[in-house]
């Protein structure tokens, strides 16, 4: 089964914790993201990598972190210094080539609580 | 700044009345324009499109973009409950495969 996948499903933090966010693709996708979706609002862009090794800065990256050293993975690290986390995280995948149209594909989502 | 804007925010109808819901878009270097309807979860993809008045169909759902007046609407007819959901609208931009999210229009349909 071709998909991704994202861990854990709920995550509980406390104030001043860094956490860590998985996501893993099968697709062999090149591009990836990290969206933050808070109620009643749609998908802000936190980070996007399109090639191993480099990702660039989306929309509200402060307070994040992420890295790229495998093709399939694009772990998120919300750390300390973003004040207000609690939000549903999504990631999602796409080829990532100008030759193709392309299109999204989304993981489950992890909702991270700050207790 | 590249902006999408989808309206209404929030649409409450009744089992089998038809609903339009309308997205538009200021985006450089636009590529295509995709909806996703999103239930509880993930955003499932419903439609691409990247030719101005071509229709695109899947049962009771259709689409259409506009490339000039720089948007596009999502019908529903005979709107049944399972259509209640958060329907985005996106836009990819050539540049950095890069994909800009409009806030999302929730539906509630009641029986």
């Known amino acids: 089964d071709g998909g991704i996948t994202q861990s854990p499903k709920y995550l509980f933090r406390k104030e001043g914790q860094n956490v860590t966010l998985s996501c893993e693709q099968n697709?062999?996708?090149?591009?990836m993201y990290w969206y933050r979706q808070d109620p009643g609002q749609g998908l802000r862009l936190i980070y996007y990598s399109q090639i191993v090794n480099d990702f660039q800065k989306g929309d509200i990256a402060e307070g994040y972190s992420v890295s790229r050293e495998k093709k399939e993975s694009f772990p998120l690290t919300v750390t300390s210094a973003q004040k207000n986390p609690t939000a549903f995280y999504l990631c999602?995948?796409?080829?990532?080539?100008?030759?193709?149209?392309?299109?999204?594909?989304f993981g489950p989502g992890t909702r991270l609580t700050v207790l | 700044e590249d902006k999408v804007v989808q309206s209404p925010l929030s649409l409450v109808v009744h089992e089998g009345d038809t609903v339009t819901l309308n997205c538009s878009y200021e985006v450089t270097n636009f590529r295509s324009l995709l909806w996703y309807k999103q239930e509880k979860k993930a955003p499932t993809f419903l439609f691409m499109l990247?030719?101005?008045?071509i229709e695109k169909k899947s049962g009771r759902l259709s689409s259409i973009l506009d490339k000039k007046e720089l948007f596009s609407i999502l019908n529903i007819t005979a709107t049944q409950t399972g259509d209640s959901a958060v329907y985005l609208c996106a836009v990819e931009a050539y540049n950095f495969n890069k994909f800009y999210f409009g806030s999302g229009t929730k539906l509630n349909v009641k029986p």
């Open positions: 999602a995948s796409s080829i990532g080539t100008s030759e193709y149209y392309n299109e999204q594909f």
């Open positions: 697709l062999n996708h090149d591009a």
């Open positions: 990247t030719s101005s008045g």
